[in-house]
């Protein structure tokens, strides 16, 4: 079974960062796709950022590019969220996803669908 566990959300200022953690257990990351989503307060749940297992493409929605980027240290199993230029739209739940199958596909990353596994969520707040 795997387990996500995010961390690194807080309070921030517009215009500040923030790197979000996703720590894996249960399974290696490296051979499977990851991708990051966002739910703010009565709103859906929605596409961030997402990388395919082999590390080789990225992907963001167009709300984040430009600002965010998605990474991974397959040694530490992790995977992170790099967030800059942070506005108050970016307030939300931040969760880490993993596809369960491995080596899989990169079609529609951007769907939850895609993906089997997920962390419990990180709260991020950005203030005006």
């Known amino acids: 079974q795997v387990q996500l566990v995010e961390s690194g959300g807080r309070l921030v200022q517009a215009g500040g960062s923030l790197r979000l953690s996703c720590a894996a257990s249960?399974?290696?990351?490296?051979?499977?796709?990851m991708g990051w989503f966002r739910q703010a307060p009565g709103k859906e749940r929605e596409f961030v950022a997402a990388m395919s297992w082999s590390g080789g493409s990225t992907y963001y929605a167009d709300s984040v590019k430009g600002r965010f980027s998605i990474s991974r240290d397959n040694p530490k199993n992790t995977a992170f969220l790099q967030m800059n230029s942070l506005k108050p739209e970016d307030t939300a739940v931040y969760y880490c996803?993993?596809?369960?199958?491995?080596?899989?596909?990169?079609?529609?990353?951007?769907?939850?669908?895609?993906?089997?596994?997920w962390g419990q969520g990180t709260q991020v707040t950005v203030s005006s």
């Open positions: 996803a993993a596809d369960g199958r491995f080596r899989a596909s990169t079609s529609y990353m951007d769907r939850e669908a895609r993906y089997d596994y």
């Open positions: 249960g399974r290696t990351l490296s051979a499977y796709n």
